[in-house]
């Protein structure tokens, strides 16, 4: 015979970064079986849980946290910049390799145009960067049947896992 018994279990979430954790009750039957078994039902509250150290084995329950973070929106000074900072080292990275001939300007425009679009519409600081842009300037410079689409994504998305979060952190003082 199953037998019910409340149970008061107490978890914590940070607020923020730079917020304290707070404790968040939440309640639940628990039901102890003949087989030594517990399953839990949920009766009150949302659960939330520390999400570095998450409880559930469920890929859904982080996934849920993930799309609940609001990521800020672009800044249209930054992107500028970063597109600026972006187009010059891509000028002098490609101009070295003989790959691109003389078609170094138009690659470079190219990877520059599918830049500035994510960073203006996309790109809202750590944590957004994306890989889409980069397989589309690679994918574009081969549509146009320019040279070296892969060399030039290539470098393109290392400059931007170098720089563009740093870039960021500064741009916001953090």
């Known amino acids: 015979m199953a037998s019910a018994s409340s ?3 107490s978890s914590t979430i940070p607020l923020s970064s730079s917020s304290k954790w707070v404790s968040i009750p939440m309640s639940f039957y ?32 982080l996934v849920v946290k ?3 973070y609001k990521f800020p929106d672009p800044i249209p000074e ?18 070295k390799k003989d790959v691109f001939e003389d078609s170094v300007d138009e ?4 990877c ?8 203006h519409e996309e790109y809202g600081g750590p944590g957004t960067l994306m890989v889409d842009p980069f397989w589309e300037m690679a ?28 870039d960021w952190k500064e741009w916001n003082g953090n």
Do not use: Y
Not at 46 to 58: A, D, F, I, M
Not at 143 to 159: F, S, T
């Open 66 to 68: 993930a799309a609940e």
């Open 30 to 61: 628990l039901n102890n079986n003949c087989c030594n078994r517990f399953s839990f039902r949920k009766t009150t509250s949302t659960v939330s849980v520390n999400p570095l150290r998450p409880t559930s084995r469920n890929p859904k329950t």
């Open 139 to 166: 994918d574009t410079i081969n549509q146009g049947e320019l040279p070296g689409g892969p060399q030039a994504a290539r470098a393109a998305v290392k400059w931007a896992q170098d720089h563009v979060d740093n």
């Open 78 to 95: 930054f992107a500028e910049a970063e597109t600026e900072k972006f187009k010059s080292h891509l000028i002098e990275k490609l101009s």
């Open 7 to 9: 149970l008061i279990i």
């Open 107 to 110: 690659v470079v425009e190219v």
């Open 112 to 119: 520059t145009e599918i830049f500035a679009k994510f960073m």
